[in-house]
């Protein structure tokens, strides 16, 4: 691949190592690419409130692609730029498709406001009982009704003890599904985000204003929901650590997260 104008980059198992850090040869590699004139943006399954400790260890604020693809936000300004959500009617017909394919499963909610933190109303929403995947503090837990009134950009299915490709699997069986089915873990948690989004289009709204083509992109992911990305992108690249079909999906293999996996691609063309 000739010199890259934009580095897409997801975060978790990626950027990250094992330790939720940026490795000082991996950082040092990204911020001489931006400082070769490349363009680098994250994109990621976080959503815009989780952004900012990937700002801290990177030294400066990137673009991002959030939720998926759900989001583009500007974390230098702490923007929404675009959003989109599954409506109300839409999160009620696969909340019921849920709770008749996976039974026991909870559900869960992300929804946005204009600014990363907007504190006005609570943005990660679950349902009674939901078990959560990860550490998240930012839990509000309501009724399914409430959980199902408002627009959300995407929706989380969770069944504890669960492998998410066997989820993933059962629902996508369901034709007619409004939304597109993905996950970043294998441990009981599906996404489904609006149907048409991924991490793809995300990256490629903003790469179209800026004239960059998807054959000057470099990818870099390790899980499912970064499948699209690395097939769009001109290279894309998986981590040693990466899922076998995000392997199977990628033009090259590189070191795992814990080992620079990041940081040894980007020196071939700014190191």
Not at 81 to 99: C, F, G, K, M, Q
Not at 182 to 204: F, H, Q, R
Request: glycine share 8%; with cysteine.
């Amino acid at each position: 691949m000739t010199l890259p104008a934009l580095i897409a980059c997801d975060v978790d198992g990626t950027l990250f190592d094992d330790d939720e850090t940026i490795r000082p040869r991996t950082r040092d590699a990204v911020r001489a690419a931006v400082a070769g004139g490349a363009q680098f943006i994250l994109a990621t399954g976080r959503p815009p409130r989780w952004i900012r400790p990937v700002v801290d260890e990177l030294g400066f604020a990137p673009m991002a692609v959030c939720a998926n693809g759900a989001v583009v936000y500007d974390s230098s300004t702490d923007r929404v730029i675009s959003v989109r959500t599954l409506p109300v009617d839409t999160l009620a017909e696969l909340a019921e498709l849920a709770a008749r394919v996976i039974p026991g499963a909870g559900l869960a909610v992300e929804r946005i406001g204009e600014r990363a933190h907007d504190t006005a109303t609570p943005q990660f929403v679950s349902s009674p009982g939901y078990e959560h995947a990860w550490l998240n503090p930012d839990n509000t837990e309501v009724s399914i009704e409430d959980l199902l009134s408002a627009p959300a950009i995407k929706l989380l299915i969770r069944k504890t003890g669960a492998r998410s490709a066997d989820m993933a699997a059962a629902l996508a069986k369901h034709v007619g599904i409004e939304g597109d089915i993905t996950y970043s873990t294998d441990n009981g948690l599906i996404e489904i985000v609006p149907l048409g989004t991924s991490k793809a289009t995300g990256v490629e709204e903003v790469a179209r204003p800026l004239e960059i083509l998807s054959d000057e992109v470099v990818a870099f992911g390790d899980m499912p929901n970064d499948i699209p990305l690395l097939r769009w992108a001109g290279h894309g690249v998986a981590m040693g650590n990466a899922h076998p079909e995000v392997i199977d999906a990628a033009d090259e293999i590189t070191a795992p997260n814990s080992d620079d996996g990041v940081g040894r691609v980007l020196e071939r063309w700014w190191l």
